[in-house]
């Protein structure tokens, strides 16, 4: 077939196909009497349609608002719209971006400190607080400076081990303790320093009554202590306590002076009688502190730490309660040297022998007066009655034997004394037993 003949009359538009009328309306223009100049949404000639409804309109009218009443129309959303993101996005999306940024941070981090450094940890530090400085003068500024010359003394019998405590004396080896300490032991002992190394030690002599004993190690360049003067201390003064309690090597207590001059006597059974005009301390003291030194706020030795009170009864086990006493170092330095002089201390006496109590005011009688004796020099006899040594008030006839035996042989104390009803005043020049 040739091409398509548009010239044969056919009008798709008409049904049948017939073509337009003869001198009907052209195409695409309104038919006429339509009026208005509205293009028929039909075809031109549809009114001559024999197809058509009579009753039908000729022309469709689209209302150009919508009905009274009738609501919006359902918004419709453009699916090719970009969306406004939700929470959800939003979390995820700092979560994300937090990871990236800490990931970053560890990255550059790692780079800049060489690899596998350990960055520095903490702040820098500023200045430290006072009490937190150990100052020489503080607690622990004394602990420091003492403890080396500190040691643990250990003793072997038959009987068990015995330990205590003892302080360096002397550069060459000279070591204080207490007599109690090495009194069951065959004269050897093991010194262990405040470092931790060991020693042998030989028992160079000893005092029972004094409760001294010094013993020397073959080791030179040691740190002596400082001597302190315990005639000097004063009620409330704050000390420490060092030694190896129940084995606690280098253990430091505080506490403070309670009392001065408190006579005591002590001595186990079958032992020898031991007398103390002591210094009373609350620091905390148990077994095993024995012969290690009682230290003033400055450092300074000024007691032997010797014995405790308890609640216990005789036999058991004593603990710390708050009172513990101390050998006045002055006394104690006099014994070291005697001892390690001559090997032995000598013993400061009166000249007389002591008995009961006074029968009324106090005191304590003399039952024996010494005819060449200090005592009797001075003027006083049997039966008198001595109220004060030094000012010292006498209670109890261990209150004169301790006090008499804390002077050095020579010293001049006065005795204020009763004989019948009169009080008399003298002064007495006490001296050293012949033993």
């Given amino acids: 077939m040739g091409g398509t003949d548009v010239t044969d009359g056919w009008d798709w538009r008409r049904p049948g196909g017939s073509g337009a009328p003869a001198g009907g309306p052209v195409p695409g223009q309104p038919p006429p009497g339509a009026g208005g100049g509205t293009t028929s949404p039909w075809w031109s000639d549809a009114l001559a349609d024999p197809w058509r409804d009579?009753?039908?309109?000729?022309?469709?009218?689209?209302?150009?608002?919508?009905?009274?009443?009738?609501?919006?129309?359902?918004?419709?959303?453009?699916?090719?719209?970009?969306?406004?993101?939700?929470?959800?996005?939003?979390?995820?999306?700092?979560?994300?971006?937090?990871?990236?940024?800490?990931?970053?941070?560890s990255a550059l981090t790692y780079a800049f400190l060489g690899g596998g450094a350990v960055p520095t940890l903490g702040a820098q530090a500023g200045q430290a607080p006072a009490l937190a400085q150990r100052k020489p003068e503080s607690l622990a500024g004394v602990a420091e400076r003492v403890l080396p010359s500190v040691v643990t003394i250990r003793v072997a019998?038959?009987?068990?081990?015995?330990?205590?405590?003892?302080f360096v004396v002397s550069t060459d080896g000279h070591i204080v303790t207490n007599d109690h300490?090495?009194?069951?032991?065959?004269?050897?002992?093991?010194?262990?320093?405040?470092?931790?190394?060991?020693a042998a030690g030989t028992v160079?002599?000893?005092?029972?009554?004094?409760?001294?004993?010094?013993?020397?190690?073959?080791?030179?360049?040691?740190?002596?202590?400082?001597?302190?003067?315990?005639?000097a201390l004063a009620v409330g003064d704050?000390?420490?306590?060092?030694?190896?309690?129940?084995?606690?090597?280098?253990?430091?207590?505080?506490?403070?002076?309670?009392?001065?001059?408190?006579?005591?006597?002590?001595?186990?059974?079958?032992?020898?009688?031991?007398?103390?005009?002591?210094?009373?301390?609350?620091?905390?003291?148990?077994?095993?502190?024995?012969?290690?030194?009682?230290?003033d706020g400055a450092g300074r030795v000024v007691g032997v730490n010797s014995t405790i009170k308890s609640l216990v009864a005789d036999g058991q086990e004593a603990g710390n309660i708050g009172l513990a006493f101390a050998i006045p170092i002055n006394q104690a330095k006099r014994v070291t040297e005697e001892i390690i002089g001559t090997g032995k201390a000598r013993?400061?006496?009166?000249?007389a022998s002591v008995?009961?109590?006074?029968?009324?005011?106090?005191?304590?009688?003399?039952?024996?007066?010494?005819?060449?004796?200090?005592?009797?020099?001075?003027?006083?006899?049997?039966?008198?009655?001595?109220?004060?040594?030094?000012?010292?008030?006498?209670?109890?006839?261990?209150?004169?034997?301790?006090?008499?035996?804390?002077?050095?042989?020579?010293?001049?104390?006065?005795?204020?004394?009763?004989?019948?009803?009169?009080?008399q005043n003298t002064s007495v020049t006490l001296a050293a037993d012949a033993k």
């Fill in 54 to 105: 009579p009753y039908a309109p000729a022309a469709v009218v689209v209302p150009a608002t919508a009905p009274t009443g009738a609501g919006e129309p359902e918004p419709v959303s453009d699916p090719d719209a970009p969306s406004r993101p939700g929470l959800r996005q939003v979390v995820l999306i700092s979560l994300i971006t937090a990871l990236l940024a800490g990931s970053l941070g």
């Fill in 157 to 166: 019998s038959l009987g068990g081990t015995s330990e205590g405590s003892g």
């Fill in 355 to 423: 008995g009961g109590t006074g029968a009324t005011g106090g005191g304590v009688r003399l039952n024996a007066v010494e005819p060449a004796g200090p005592a009797a020099a001075a003027g006083m006899r049997t039966g008198d009655v001595v109220l004060r040594l030094d000012k010292h008030p006498m209670t109890d006839p261990t209150d004169l034997v301790a006090l008499v035996r804390k002077y050095a042989p020579g010293s001049v104390v006065t005795v204020e004394y009763r004989r019948g009803s009169a009080r």
């Fill in 181 to 198: 300490v090495v009194a069951d032991g065959p004269g050897k002992a093991t010194v262990m320093f405040n470092d931790g190394s060991t």
């Fill in 347 to 351: 013993r400061t006496v009166i000249g």
């Fill in 238 to 295: 704050p000390v420490l306590a060092m030694g190896s309690p129940l084995s606690l090597a280098n253990t430091v207590t505080a506490g403070i002076v309670s009392a001065l001059d408190r006579t005591m006597q002590a001595g186990e059974p079958g032992g020898p009688t031991r007398y103390y005009a002591a210094i009373q301390t609350d620091a905390a003291v148990n077994h095993g502190n024995s012969g290690g030194p009682l230290v």
């Fill in 204 to 231: 160079v002599g000893q005092d029972p009554e004094s409760d001294i004993a010094v013993i020397k190690v073959t080791r030179s360049g040691l740190t002596p202590v400082q001597f302190g003067d315990s005639d």
